[in-house]
């Protein structure tokens, strides 16, 4: 946007955004307000609204675009502006008043706070805030103190780390001052809650945040007025009358107040004794308001407190469990009561909470390995899954299954993760046979014994194999289910007889019946699936004594699909029974596994010959028969010696006819493609290097429709077959001009506008291709006349902030380092190091440079480790020419930022230098990076 608008256009932009139903025009308008925000035009168009105050739309809009433009844009803005803007700011502040919208005080407010932030020449902002605004402005003010600190602590902001250090100590200076703000406003405010809500809310939050920075010290807390007023909140006793609607947001700012105290004791290794054992006795008070809150129905005050109790149960974690064995406990250990009675609150949202207590628990107990004090938990965790058993019941009235999505069995499955962790404390088969207890109980529900069986199948695993004592009658009770039985029983019966396929491993007696009882169930509505999932785990468990049952389950499947089960489902028994093929005698196998391709294939030919329009999802669907295909061949394992053909290479050239039918057929389709590929993919697998008669057609194919359709999935079939022949010096040429005829295409897309970031996935699939021919055929791919252009194009996919994409450009340049340094064995090494050592002296000091910058300005932390491997090499192949480069590449870096705020002194670069030049590990050579990138960020 070149020209300033006038308020009159932007006003009715905003009202059209706001108030045109026409929604073609609401979204013209979005545009070219969201283009004005992008204009340097922003600053003054969003000061003039501020001032004009025309409407509630214009006033937001005005003030989520200054703080959209000092978050993001403030280099616009020269450093003599930097004090005009803060005054214009305060001016606007100074204007709100308690009709003002909270959200535009917010935005506004958090707009002063992130110049504050960026404006090193204002130079004690909070002081000055305090004495403006303190005595008519108590609310804007409070809201300033709260987000400044969450301000620093976020991210929205580059910062660099100097500037908030500086920031930071700033702050604790200035704490004192705020303190007695603090105490002022609540001397102000009084006791009287329901008349003073919104101001003890923003006080606490206020209070909590700088807390939250370490800018309060945690040992100035014992006596501070703030606690004091946070326990009375959360030990307000309610008579159960209608409160005043904002009291919810009062207990919820208490809460979130303790609980981030006490974390911050905890990351403070608990050094701070007196406020430890205050805030310990103080929690332990809320027993009682928890009850009342029980009582009243209160489940968000249920939530709340429970939220405390686990937080205190976890600062103290480490302590109760080094300081308890079988003589003695520690004392917080009866923080643990507390916790597990939430746990027994009538809602699981409540129980849910505590989870990660209980990980974190088992976790810790599992490591230390001790026999006594793991003991003392004991109890502890046989009352916490009796809870999670409660928890588990469905409705008593609740017909069929719980549906996929639903939030309860999203839960349930919660419960059966937290089980399977926890129960090594108590022992599977104790809790194993408490649950069968609970089945022999006189008038038992269907519910109730549907979520035992449901903890039973997630204790099964844990199971001795050789008990024979509960486990035979649980088998036996389930085959012989009544017909009455409700289905969620069956498919919770059925399931365990799944996961206690090991122990029908060691028992083969049982196999017949359980095979027939399930083969009868696939046929049931509702418990098919279940009755597939078991299938497949007794499959691949007990493939042993399975052979003999293929006839069986080859007919099966010839009828799976007339049965009411899910595709996955019938996916899964498949996997079961090619596991089971697997095991047969080399002679069998291909006649078996042409048999169960051919169940697949078939369809997928008559699809294709009828010209039958795809449905998605139905049998209609390429994808279906596809996706069972890759099973097949996915799950297929035979050892073969080297002059041995795999029994699966003739099924493999069978298939391979129809797989190039569907890519012919469906080139146009992304999806039918990438899971065709992907059956391509595991069938080369499969036989590895035997299918060379497809690999001249393959590649044929692949090229002609990549030239059409640039589908990223050709270039990963591509790095399969690199993978598996670039080893055979005739098949070489071959795939180098398979590389040659797949970059122009590659090239052209990723040369479009911003290329490289919408296709991320082409960069991911081209170059883990580059990288598997350098790995295998180092000499003729570093000959490859594209490879300049390969070489440019990696060098600016650098920066490209893709996980995976970024992970295969920074694995192609390690293959490629180090090829110029290892296999030193190798005839051509000599030859190699040189080629390598020239590529570099032209491209070496860009990499580095790139890198470094990749680094600072665009890619996440938890990228870095991949760009480590890559400095490392290259330290290994030339540290002194590597040292220089990266010297050079340092040195272009900023060193001071937007209105003199210092990034990084030359000490610290220089010390960085030290850090990469001297590591000998990528981890080492991660954390110098990370240092760096704090600098900027």
Not at 394 to 417: A, C, I, N, Q, Y
Not at 476 to 501: F, M, W
Not at 726 to 746: F, H, K, R, S, Y
């Amino acid at each position: 946007m070149e020209q300033k608008p006038t308020l009159d256009v932007v006003l009715l932009a905003v009202s059209s955004l706001y108030n045109n139903p026409d929604t073609v025009e609401k979204e013209r308008a979005s545009h070219w307000l969201e283009d004005l925000q992008k204009s340097v035009h922003a600053w003054t168009i969003a000061d003039e609204l501020l001032h004009l105050k025309r409407d509630l739309e214009s006033c937001y809009f005005a003030a989520q675009t200054m703080r959209t433009k000092i978050q993001q844009n403030f280099y616009e803005l020269p450093v003599d502006a930097h004090i005009s803007l803060r005054d214009s700011l305060l001016e606007h502040i100074s204007q709100i008043n308690e009709n003002t919208n909270t959200v535009i005080v917010t935005q506004l407010c958090v707009a002063l706070a992130d110049l504050a932030l960026q404006m090193p020449n204002w130079t004690q902002p909070i002081y000055d805030l305090i004495n403006k605004l303190s005595q008519t402005h108590v609310w804007p003010l409070l809201e300033i103190l709260t987000v400044l600190p969450e301000e620093l602590e976020g991210r929205s902001l580059r910062l660099g780390e100097n500037r908030r250090a500086e920031i930071l100590e700033n702050l604790k200076l200035c704490s004192p001052t705020v303190n007695e703000f603090l105490k002022h406003c609540c001397n102000n405010f009084g006791e009287n809650f329901n008349d003073n809500i919104q101001a003890n809310v923003k006080m606490i939050r206020c209070f909590t945040s700088w807390v939250l920075v370490n800018a309060i010290s945690l040992d100035t807390l014992a006596d501070n007025i703030i606690i004091t007023r946070v326990f009375e909140v959360l030990n307000q006793k309610f008579d159960g009358q209608k409160m005043h609607p904002v009291t919810g947001a009062l207990h919820d700012s208490a809460t979130d107040c303790v609980c981030t105290i006490l974390r911050c004791l905890e990351d403070n290794n608990n050094h701070q004794q007196v406020l430890e054992m205050l805030l310990f006795n103080k929690v332990l008070t809320l027993e009682v308001p928890y009850h009342l809150s029980v009582a009243n129905e209160d489940q968000e005050k249920s939530l709340n407190y429970c939220r405390i109790f686990t937080e205190l149960a976890e600062s103290f974690l480490n302590r109760i469990i080094s300081n308890s064995n079988g003589e003695r406990q520690h004392f917080a250990i009866k923080v643990l009561d507390l916790v597990l009675m939430c746990v027994g609150h009538h809602d699981y949202e409540v129980a849910e909470i505590t989870f990660n207590l209980w990980y974190l628990l088992s976790e810790e107990l599992y490591q230390k390995n001790d026999y006594g004090c793991t003991n003392v938990f004991k109890p502890y965790i046989e009352r916490l899954i009796t809870a999670l058993c409660r928890h588990s019941q469905m409705e008593p009235d609740h017909e069929g299954l719980l549906e996929t999505g639903d939030d309860f069995k999203d839960f349930r499955l919660k419960v059966s993760e937290l089980i399977k962790d926890v129960v090594f404390i108590v022992g599977g088969s104790n809790c194993f046979r408490q649950m069968f207890l609970n089945l022999q109980v006189p008038g038992v529900t269907w519910d109730s014994s549907e979520a035992s069986l449901f903890v039973m199948q997630a204790v099964a695993k844990n199971i001795l194999t050789d008990e024979n004592d509960i486990v035979p009658k649980v088998v036996e009770a389930i085959l012989n289910l009544p017909e009455n039985t409700h289905v969620a029983v069956k498919y919770t019966s059925i399931l365990l007889l799944g996961e206690l396929c090991e122990w029908i491993e060691q028992h083969p007696a049982t196999l017949d019946l359980i095979l027939n009882f399930l083969v009868c169930c696939l046929s049931q509505p509702g418990i098919g699936s279940a009755s597939a999932a078991a299938l497949q785990n007794i499959c691949a468990a007990c493939n042993d004594h399975m052979p003999r049952h293929i006839p069986v389950l080859l007919q099966l499947l010839r009828q799976i699909d007339t049965l009411a089960i899910a595709n996955n489902a019938i996916i899964g028994l498949i996997k079961g029974v090619t596991a089971i093929v697997s095991c047969m005698p080399h002679n069998d196998i291909p006649t078996t596994l042409r048999e169960l391709c051919l169940l697949q294939s078939s369809p997928l030919c008559e699809l294709m010959e009828q010209n039958i329009p795809v449905r998605r999802g139905t049998k209609t669907d390429p994808v279906v028969w596809l996706d069972r295909l890759s099973s097949i061949f996915r799950n297929i394992s035979v050892q073969t010696s080297e002059d041995e053909t795999n029994p699966c290479k003739s099924t493999a050239l069978e298939i391979w006819p129809i797989l190039s039918h569907v890519m012919d057929k469906y080139q146009g389709d992304l999806r039918v493609m990438e899971r065709c590929c992907r059956s391509i993919r595991f069938m080369l697998r499969c036989v590895s290097q035997q299918l060379s008669e497809i690999l001249q057609p393959l590649i044929s194919q692949i090229i002609q429709i990549y030239n059409t359709h640039q589908h990223s999935c050709f270039l990963y079939v591509g790095s399969i077959l690199v993978d598996e022949y670039a080893t055979d010096p005739n098949c070489i040429g071959g795939l180098l001009e398979m590389l040659q005829a797949l970059i122009n295409p590659t090239f052209n897309l990723l040369q479009q506008e911003n290329g490289l970031r919408n296709h991320p996935d082409t960069v991911d699939d081209f170059f883990r291709l580059c990288a598997r021919l350098l790995q295998r055929a180092p000499m003729e791919f570093l000959q490859c006349t594209a490879l300049p252009s390969i070489l440019q194009c990696s060098l600016l996919a650098c920066s490209l902030d893709h996980k995976d994409a970024n992970t295969s450009v920074m694995k192609f340049f390690y293959d490629l380092i180090s090829s110029g340094h290892t296999g030193k064995q190798h005839p051509d090494y000599t030859k190699r190091k040189i080629m390598i050592q020239s590529i570099l002296s032209e491209y070496g000091q860009q990499l580095i440079t790139n890198l470094i910058h990749a680094c600072v300005f665009y890619l996440h932390s938890y990228m870095l480790s991949e760009i480590a491997d890559v400095f490392l090499e290259l330290l290994q192949l030339d540290q002194d020419v590597t040292s220089k480069w990266l010297s050079t590449a340092l040195d272009s870096l900023p060193k001071q930022g937007q209105g003199g705020i210092v990034t990084a002194t030359p000490d610290q670069l220089q010390a960085i230098f030290m850090s990469i030049t001297r590591s000998d590990t990528s981890k080492s050579v991660t954390y110098a990076l990370k240092d760096l990138t704090r600098l900027y960020r």
